[in-house]
């Protein structure tokens, strides 16, 4: 079974925007492109 969970998320239309040019960019999901840049938040939050 798989370890992901869903989760609502409520998000200012401006930065919904933001993200979905970005994933269409990166040529991933919104869904993905939101778990890439909280990985990415959390793991510079570790290092300081």
């Given at each position: 079974m798989s370890d992901?969970?869903?989760f609502t998320l409520r998000i200012d239309a401006d930065v919904l925007d933001?993200?979905?040019e970005?994933?269409?960019d990166n040529k991933r999901s919104m869904a993905?492109?939101?778990?890439?840049?909280?990985?990415?938040?959390?793991d510079k939050k570790e290092g300081e």
């Open positions: 992901l969970k869903r933001k993200v979905k970005q994933a269409e993905k492109e939101i778990e890439y840049i909280l990985e990415k938040y959390l």
